[in-house]
Every structure is written in C-alpha cells, then in structure tokens.
C-alpha cells in the first residue's frame, strides 16, 4: 500500500534528514553521494513506495554551471570589506571556470545558520563551492558535510573526507623563512601568525619550531602572536611583540598584509627595517615588492592555486573523483630581510 503521507522529494529528505538535492542525487545513483547515504534514502524510496519521476528529477538536478565561491567577509563601518589574498585567489579562480564554462556566484554566508547549502543547490543556484574563509572554516566545513553538499576547500588537505582540496605546502614554508632569517645571524625571531586554530597557521608554526630546533634554539612564548590575516591584525599583533619582545630582531609574518602591518609599526616606533628587525612575509602577492622597502616572503603560486581550486571541484561536480593538491612554495629573497 503507498503511503500517501509520502509523496514528494521533501517527504524523503525529512525521513531522511538530508537535502533535497541530496535525495534527488541518491535516487539518481549520482556519485556524489556516499554508499551509507545512498542506500538509506532507497531503501527508504522502496518502503513508501516512492519513485521520483522523470520531470521531477529534470527539474531538480538541472545543472546551473555556476560555483559559489564562499569566503571570509568582515565589516568595517557596514562596508564589506575582503582580504586582498582571497582576490587575488579569485582572478585566477573566475578564469578557469570561464574556460570551463562555468560561472561564478560570490557567498557571504551566515555562520549560524547550517541551512545556507541548501538555498543554493535546492535552488539551482550552484552546482558546488568553493570555500575559502579563514574565519570559522571548521563550523563551514562541518555544515556542507551535512548538507552533502559538494565542495572543494582552500588550506585544508581533508585527508579523511571524501571532498577535494587545494593547500600550499606550509610547513616547508615556515621553514624556508626561518632558515634564511638565521642565515641573516638573526637571533630573536618572532613568530607573527594569523589565526590560532587555522590548519595554515599551525603548520608554518610547525615549520618555524623545525628550523629553530635544527639550529639549538628554543621557542620562546614571549615571540608567538596571533591575529588577524590583515595589515590591522599585523600593525596589532607587531604592537603586542613590541610589548613581549622588545629585542626581537626578526619577525616571520603569516601574510604580505599582516608584514605590512608590521613594519608601518616598526617604522612608526623608530625601528629600522631590516637594520633592526628584519621581516618576512607570505603568499608574495603583488604589493610585496612595491612596499617599503620591498617584502622578502614565501612565494605560493595564487593563479596555479587559484586554478586548481577550480579544476579539482569541476573534475568532482563531473566524474565525483576527489582531487587533493598541493601547491609548492619558494623563498623570495628582498631588501626586507637585509638581502
């Protein structure tokens, strides 16, 4: 006998406890979703009778060929206000997807609210994401696992998790600045990190404690700060070192923004730069070589990472193979560093 209570793809997904699209997919056999997930939504398809019909399915599994590209946005004054990396990322990101023909859809997203993937695939608005935000990546990462959503995430390899992934090699990152300011005979070198909890964050720390173990040196918790990814979070956390640490005479910033922060401080207080206290940055975007006086950082490729970010989550929206990359990192050596 069919259950009349049951008649809709919504009926499914909340027996199921899954979204829409989710239900749609699995009854497609769609690779996107997992075996577990799968066989519960048919088997529970074959106990009420339920079978999606071929308009409906039509309708809810029409591809938009658009990609929401979901980052960190804070507000300054009610002004958006979006950090430089993400845009730069964001060029090279629009491009691929353009050569794909893809389009792109920008996501400002409310933390709180788990339902935000929903409105969008449900919808037809996007096909999957692309999630960049440095703030709370966790919380969003958590919310699109249980939408089932699919996604590809910037700094997080998810080694575990079946979605892709795009991420510089940030422990050797950490350690290529370290071994060059020690080159420099620095001996006080202050670690000036973005985030605490952010997987970057804790594998360039990790790089920098490598270095200086290998060189007999200690860590000392009076050169750890953390910030914000940003020249005010820089301009803060060097205040801070300033505070700790009056005779650091190295600083290893975890951003080109958050080292021009810092040096403005520097600078400001009658520090010299890099007679005083040498600095290196991160990511080599295009203001590092216009500051003053110009960065020396670690260079992470942001058109290959930007592309890969796209790539891997087409390759996965197409076929469902999951894709991790890792993009390599370099040093550029400039006049910041007393090259």
Excluded: C
Aim: charged residues 20%.
């Amino acid at each position: 006998m069919v259950d009349k209570s049951v008649r809709t793809i919504a009926d499914i997904a909340r027996l199921a406890g899954v979204s829409k699209s989710t239900v749609s997919r699995a009854l497609s056999d769609s690779p996107l979703i997992s075996h577990e997930t799968k066989q519960r939504i048919q088997a529970l398809a074959r106990e009420h009778h339920f079978r999606l019909n071929q308009a409906a399915r039509q309708l809810t599994m029409q591809k938009s060929r658009t990609v929401a590209f979901v980052t960190h946005i804070h507000f300054q004054d009610k002004i958006p206000q979006v950090d430089p990396f993400y845009m730069h990322l964001l060029s090279a990101v629009s491009g691929t997807l353009a050569v794909n023909r893809y389009d792109l859809l920008m996501a400002h997203v409310d933390y709180a609210d788990s339902d935000w993937p929903e409105r969008y695939i449900d919808t037809g608005k996007a096909d999957g994401f692309i999630l960049m935000a440095s703030s709370r990546k966790q919380q969003l990462i958590q919310t699109l696992l249980k939408a089932e959503a699919p996604f590809v995430v910037w700094g997080i390899p998810l080694e575990a998790l079946p979605f892709p992934s795009v991420t510089g090699d940030n422990l050797t990152g950490g350690r290529l600045a370290i071994e060059h300011l020690l080159q420099r005979s620095r001996q006080r070198i202050a670690f000036l990190g973005g985030p605490d909890g952010e997987f970057e964050v804790q594998h360039r720390f990790k790089g920098y404690e490598m270095a200086l173990h290998a060189a007999g040196k200690t860590v000392d918790p009076a050169r750890l700060v953390y910030a914000e990814f940003s020249s005010e979070g820089g301009a803060e956390g060097m205040a801070q070192l300033l505070e700790q640490a009056p005779d650091v005479d190295a600083v290893f910033a975890n951003s080109d923004s958050m080292a021009i922060g810092a040096i403005n401080v520097l600078q400001t207080r009658g520090y010299r730069v890099p007679e005083d206290v040498a600095i290196v940055g991160y990511d080599d975007m295009p203001i590092a070589q216009f500051s003053t006086p110009p960065l020396t950082t670690i260079r992470q490729s942001l058109q290959r990472s930007g592309q890969l970010l796209a790539e891997n989550l087409i390759k996965y929206l197409e076929t469902g193979e999951v894709t991790k990359s890792v993009v390599p990192v370099e040093l550029i050596v400039r006049a910041s560093s007393g090259a």
